[in-house]
């Protein structure tokens, strides 16, 4: 069985930093492609941040874009988010998923497991 289990939110001022943690269990990703997410209250869970299986190719929202960096440690069977110049508006429950293939998607519905998010809260 695949688990996802996140880690490292809380709560930071605007303008700090966290930096989120996915660690997988019962399956090696190596060979699959990764993503984050997130979903604000009363808000659709949005895409973040992808990576392909290597590291090599990520893709960012615009709205994280230059602020947040996703990364990769296979060997660790985990995968990273930093967040940096957090804002309040990024203020959300942060999920990782696993697409099973190398490339990364951007949709949600593309992602085969999920873990149970981390809550992330940005104070102005």
């Known amino acids: 069985q695949v688990q996802l289990v996140e880690s490292g939110g809380g709560l930071v001022q605007a303008g700090g930093s966290l930096r989120l943690s996915c660690a997988v269990s019962?399956?090696?990703?190596?060979?699959?492609?990764m993503g984050w997410f997130r979903q604000a209250p009363g808000k659709e869970r949005d895409f973040i941040a992808a990576i392909n299986w290597s590291g090599g190719i990520t893709y960012y929202a615009d709205s994280v874009k230059g602020r947040f960096t996703i990364s990769r440690d296979n060997a660790k069977n985990t995968v990273y988010l930093q967040m940096n110049s957090l804002k309040p508006e990024d203020t959300a429950v942060y999920f990782c998923?696993?697409?099973?293939?190398?490339?990364?998607?951007?949709?949600?519905?593309?992602?085969?497991?999920w873990g149970q998010g981390t809550q992330v809260t940005v104070s102005s």
């Open positions: 019962g399956r090696t990703i190596s060979s699959y492609a």
């Open positions: 998923a696993v697409l099973k293939g190398i490339d990364p998607r951007l949709q949600q519905y593309d992602y085969h497991y």
